[in-house]
């Protein structure tokens, strides 16, 4: 092998992919030439020369960590993918019916939610009165509400007390009633221009018109009078209710009359 | 079930001393380099299924330290490869012609400074850098070479000589600078 012919195969042949059949002259003629031995043992040095890195020891642990942690999920991954993929589906459900369910909470909804609620409560009122006078009172005191108390002894109906409570995020009196061993619930809610009482059938009685509605087994009759809105909750019948509603409405007019 | 993680520790990340100077001749960034690293092993691990014993793992893995590093340039938006390749590899035919003023290549080599040999590399355009790495720091074949870069095994040829020709280039400029080799400027 000349030394042109071996410089031609210098970097093969440091790089060690000098074919197998070649090498022993290459290995030969190094042996014998000094300058190309030179170039070999500068080669060979040029490449240690490549200065080198460690690693962080920050990094190596931060992987062995990730690694391990890797694993677990590994394992772990059978049992926790349909339990997250089920939870995923729900609040994406959540999430779609979101406006549609925004609808539905109307005043009348939320009202029909307490009475529900309130009857479960032994002594649901906070205060627990049978006189309408002090009722009033207590509502202008407590809250600044100019509430007027209705009185339905004479159809056999007692009032038992009164809570402050809030309705569509304002503060809203609710009056307790009874009726044998059944509820009545007189909810008074300032009323502002945007709300509406909600869905339901427009049932005129004695020449006012009440909205009328069925939510989980309740009924509840309600109406807008000026800047209030009334609602009133029970399992007693239509009748009755409109009874009441109607004695509400002629005890307001009687008392502005005055 | 910590078999297989005990198991990568032994046959993979013996070589992250390797990964990481890989992935820091690639990005010339430590911060960089690490994010690259840790990528690049999570990944290994989670298909170290696919990883087939009887071949070289440090090939597998500078592969995938390689794609993460890839992924992330064109993720970034940046150029991955620098330089006009086309033009360089195509005067690779002249690379093996060593300094025709005849200097004794292991005399030349002990004027280099530690700190030339880095910024040489650093300057290498990154198609050849990658090549001169695997080879010279990493001693892989050319093969292994070719599966890693994913090119056949000429190109490496052609990239491992002109990478090394035009690093002796800057090596040479920065003794001459330096006022360890005389001649030609």
């Known amino acids: 092998m000349t030394c042109s012919e071996f410089e031609a195969r210098l970097q093969l042949y440091v790089d060690g992919e000098l074919p197998l059949v070649e090498t022993g002259a290459a290995d030969a003629h190094a042996a014998e030439c000094s300058r190309c031995a030179g170039r070999v043992h500068g080669e060979r040095g040029f490449r240690r020369r490549q200065p080198r890195e460690a690693a962080p020891p920050e990094l190596r642990a931060r992987i062995v960590d990730h690694v391990r942690r890797a694993e677990r999920r590994a394992v772990l991954r059978p049992w926790l993918v349909a339990p997250a993929l089920a939870a995923i589906a729900a609040i994406l459900a959540v999430v779609l019916l979101l406006p549609a369910l925004r609808e539905t909470p109307s005043l009348v909804g939320e009202l029909v939610d307490k009475h529900i609620a309130y009857a479960q409560v032994e002594r649901p009122a906070e205060l627990a009165s049978t006189n309408p006078a002090e009722i009033e009172e207590w509502f202008r005191q407590r809250a600044g509400l100019g509430v007027l108390v209705p009185d339905y002894s004479p159809a056999g109906i007692r009032l038992v007390g009164a809570r402050l409570t809030e309705a569509r995020e304002r503060k809203a009196a609710y009056l307790f009633y009874e009726k044998g061993r059944t509820l009545l619930s007189v909810f008074i809610v300032p009323a502002s221009a945007t709300d509406a009482i909600g869905p339901g059938a427009r049932i005129t009685f004695r020449g006012h018109e009440y909205t009328t509605r069925e939510v989980k087994g309740y009924r509840a009759v309600s109406w807008t009078d000026g800047r209030v809105s009334f609602g009133l909750v029970s399992m007693l019948d239509y009748d009755a209710l409109f009874e009441c509603a109607d004695r509400l409405r002629a005890q307001r007019e009687h008392q502005t009359s005055l | ?185």
């Open chain 2, 1 to 185: 079930m910590a078999k297989r993680s005990a198991e990568f520790d032994q046959v993979a990340l013996v070589h992250l001393d390797a990964l990481y100077h890989l992935a820091l001749r690639l990005t010339r960034n430590r911060a960089e380099a690490e994010d690259v690293v840790q990528e690049a092993c999570l990944r290994a691990f989670r298909s170290f299924d696919r990883f087939n014993p009887g071949t070289n793992c440090r090939a597998w893995l500078f592969t995938i330290v390689r794609n993460v590093f890839l992924n992330r340039v064109r993720r970034g938006g940046r150029e991955v490869f620098e330089g006009d390749t086309g033009i360089l590899e195509s005067s690779a035919k002249s690379a093996t012609s060593p300094e025709p003023e005849g200097n004794p290549e292991e005399e030349f080599f002990q004027t280099v400074l530690h700190g030339d040999v880095e910024r040489a590399l650093q300057a290498l355009p990154l198609v050849f850098r990658e090549a001169v790495i695997l080879a010279d720091l990493e001693g892989l074949s050319y093969r292994e070479i070719a599966e890693v870069l994913g090119c056949p095994v000429g190109t490496v040829m052609s990239r491992l000589s002109r990478g090394r020709q035009l690093l002796r280039e800057s090596l040479a400029r920065f003794a001459r600078e330096h006022g360890y080799l005389r001649g030609r400027a």
